[in-house]
């Protein structure tokens, strides 16, 4: 067996690993975007060029030089004599998702029919990106038409033709998805290895993360993802329950059974993350500290309101949307935002609003002239379902409303009267700028917030400099105590850490088991 380690090793994100067994098959875990390595040679206006997009990154080493790549963007081949059967996806969020575009659709993808809700609504509410692209149109080589409007004859180019080669990709799934869009073909999941394969969901901030646990060469291996842990105690669980409900407790507690049923199989090796090993920190948020200290701040608050989080983080949206209906106020989503929600109903039913949840949605009708695919779809829905609403409602009754508006939303109140901004209230439920670009962001943000003299809640300026106080977020990731107890609970024989800065407090936890280097030969 080996593993090796493209990436996300010693460093935080980006995953890219391969595991090989002796007979040369193999399979991927997640092909993400490194985004520290990534912003050394590009940056938002910068980007590599499409038409040679693969042949970019190879020669900047942002990916590994393996045959996996789509054939209508890249036609070379290396020294890499191995099968691939499936490439698995632990969960939607870019820095393990974020290449997934660049790879050929003759690879199966393995993930949650969640993680596909996800990853869909995400792609078809954003701008055509090569990165990211699972279905749509293949690419062409230049045509002489191309060419005499002065196109190199070497570069990809998107099709002009209606009759262009459609770019199909083959999913596989645990649970089988309530529907699936017409541009995937389902195939089995017991078609995709050899032996024993299992994708159990796991706890993470985006809904929809899973580790894989499979046979390799006859030993059982597993890969966490990202996870975090939910309620340790049945006093929490109880908690868990009467507040936020019986679907938000059984999602919290996905991390205890993935351990649980882990430790039955005994793995030989355990490729575990471990984000926050480095990081010092004085609190231990859950959602539901998230949920006390909103409705804290709801109750308190006669004004409009503001909340900020990933629109993709669904379960900081349900929190939001219960602190809403105990407090008599109505969430307002922008469209691109409601198209998360009814993506993830279409595909995976768990997930439905109930009726009571769906009387107390709204969605924001912003000063846009375009929208993109499911952004318009859920506009036209929202109209169609009489919940869309005009700034004008808003400046009406403002105390009635809770507006999910973040940092590229902010340019929409500007339709709101300046009165009722005067003395609102921003509540910032996403994480701190861990970047120089972020930073320069949170204060870009923070000069809106002042403008209009908006109360900020979670985020602040101090002398000057940014300040996030973060009692309005719940890491997604482990703390260092919970992982050592998970990790010693399943007594693997070998420990593989990824997705860390400090690798070292593995080794020391665990000195004679701890593998360090990026290929493992076991």
């Known amino acids: 067996m080996r593993i090796e380690i493209f990436d996300g090793h010693r460093n935080i994100g980006g995953n890219k690993i391969r595991v090989v067994d002796s007979e040369n098959d193999a399979f991927l875990l997640d092909f993400g975007l490194n985004f520290s390595r990534w912003s050394m040679f590009f940056e938002e206006f910068l980007n590599p060029r499409t038409g040679r997009i693969v042949q970019d990154l190879l020669k900047l080493n942002l990916i590994p030089r393996l045959n996996i790549y789509r054939e209508d963007l890249f036609d070379e081949t290396f020294e890499d004599h191995v099968n691939y059967s499936f490439l698995f996806l632990s969960h939607a969020h870019a820095d393990h998702t974020g290449m997934i575009g660049l790879v050929n659709e003759k690879i199966p993808l393995l993930m949650t029919s969640e993680t596909l809700a996800v990853m869909n609504a995400s792609v078809n509410t954003s701008n055509t990106n090569v990165l990211t692209q699972l279905v749509g149109k293949k690419r062409v080589k230049a045509t002489d038409k191309d060419v005499e409007r002065g196109v190199r004859e070497d570069l990809r180019v998107s099709p002009r033709t209606k009759d262009a080669e459609p770019l199909t990709r083959i999913v596989s799934f645990p649970k089988e998805p309530e529907t699936l869009p017409n541009e995937y073909k389902k195939v089995d999941l017991t078609s995709l290895w050899k032996d024993e394969l299992l994708v159990e969901p796991v706890y993470h901030s985006v ?139 279409r595909i995976e039913p768990l997930w439905k609003l109930t009726d009571e949840e769906r009387s107390h949605i709204r969605v924001y009708h912003p000063g846009k002239i375009s929208y993109i695919n499911l952004e318009k779809e859920a506009l036209i829905r929202a109209r169609d379902e009489k919940i869309l609403i005009h700034p004008e409602e808003i400046n009406f009754s403002p105390r009635d409303y809770a507006i999910v508006a973040g940092y590229w939303d902010f340019p929409h109140i500007l339709d709101l009267d300046e009165r009722i901004l005067n003395g609102a209230v921003y509540i910032h439920s996403t994480s701190e700028a861990y970047t120089e670009e972020q930073e320069i962001d949170a204060r870009r943000f923070l000069n809106w917030i002042e403008y209009f003299n908006i109360k900020p809640r979670g985020i602040e300026k101090r002398n000057e400099k940014v300040v996030f106080t973060k009692e309005f977020h719940a890491s997604g990731h482990v703390s260092p105590k919970s992982l050592k107890t998970l990790i010693e609970a399943v007594n693997p024989d070998y420990i593989v850490p990824v997705h860390t800065l400090n690798p070292n407090w593995f080794s020391t936890n665990w000195p004679e088991k701890v593998l360090l280097d990026s290929i493992i030969m076991i």
């Open 207 to 345: 809904i929809g993360a899973a580790g894989l646990v499979t046979r390799v060469d006859n030993f059982w291996i597993a890969y966490t993802g990202d996870f975090r842990t939910g309620p340790e105690t049945t006093e929490e669980e109880k908690y868990w329950l009467e507040t936020l409900g019986e679907r938000r407790l059984s999602l919290s507690l996905r991390t205890t059974r993935f351990f649980e049923n882990l430790k039955d199989k005994k793995p030989l090796v355990l490729i575990v993350e471990g984000t926050r090993v480095t990081r010092e920190e004085d609190t231990e948020n859950t959602e539901k500290d998230v949920f006390d200290n909103a409705m804290e701040v709801f109750k308190k608050t006669k004004d409009l309101i503001f909340v900020d989080f990933p629109t993709r983080h669904l379960e900081r949206l349900f929190t939001f949307l219960r602190v809403c209906m105990e407090n008599e106020r109505k969430l307002v989503l922008m469209p691109k935002d409601y198209a998360y929600l009814i993506e993830m109903e």
